[in-house]
């Protein structure tokens, strides 16, 4: 417990460090691949976000998602790419090729579902070559381009107020 807890220190500091130096991106593209990383701890429903998504004109093929769940036990199935604490090394980088070709994808849109600072999601957040990132305002706030100030568990705010600004900014 306590290595993990130290773990979870050192990492969130190198994201910490590494954010200082990043350089926001902007470009008018419209949206057509989105990748979403989920923190499995305080939301289920993944199946609406992607409805929602759909609803919007985003292909389903289009849509990547990785998962982030506190403990794997090794019975477990799933239908997603899920990922854990044991993943991360203590230099911040990941061992699992999951991750990493997730954060290698160039995604037009990143949608961080989560708001409760993890470093393991952190730092896929943060290594992400995403065009452009979203995600919670309890969250560090050099993480994102655009943030919502709502809670994980109200998904259809965050995805209304998500809507309406992507519209404005001409990308959907």
């Known amino acids: 417990m306590f290595l993990s ?19 926001p991106e902007s470009t008018g593209m419209r949206v057509v691949t989105v990748g979403i990383l989920f923190d499995e701890t305080y939301f289920h429903d993944k199946e609406a976000i992607l409805a929602a998504l759909q609803s919007q004109g985003i292909a389903l093929e289009k ?9 794997i036990r090794k019975q477990d199935v799933f239908d997603y790419p899920v990922f854990s604490h ?34 393991a999601l952190m ?12 995600g ?22 965050f995805l209304s107020e998500l809507f309406k600004y992507l519209k404005i900014l001409n990308k959907l």
């Open 63 to 71: 849509i990547d998602i990785l998962v982030f769940k506190n403990r």
């Open 136 to 157: 919670f305002a309890s969250v560090n706030k050099k993480l994102h381009h655009f943030m919502i100030d709502t809670h994980a568990e109200n998904h259809e705010v």
């Open 5 to 23: 807890a130290l773990k979870n220190l050192f990492t969130k500091k190198i994201v910490k460090k590494s954010l200082s130096n990043v350089k």
């Open 123 to 134: 730092v896929v957040s943060n290594l992400s070559k995403a065009k452009f990132k979203v």
């Open 86 to 119: 044991k993943d991360l090394s203590w230099q911040a980088t990941f061992k699992s090729s999951q991750v990493k070709d997730f954060i290698d994808k160039r995604f037009d849109l990143l949608i961080d579902y989560y708001d409760v600072e993890k470093s």
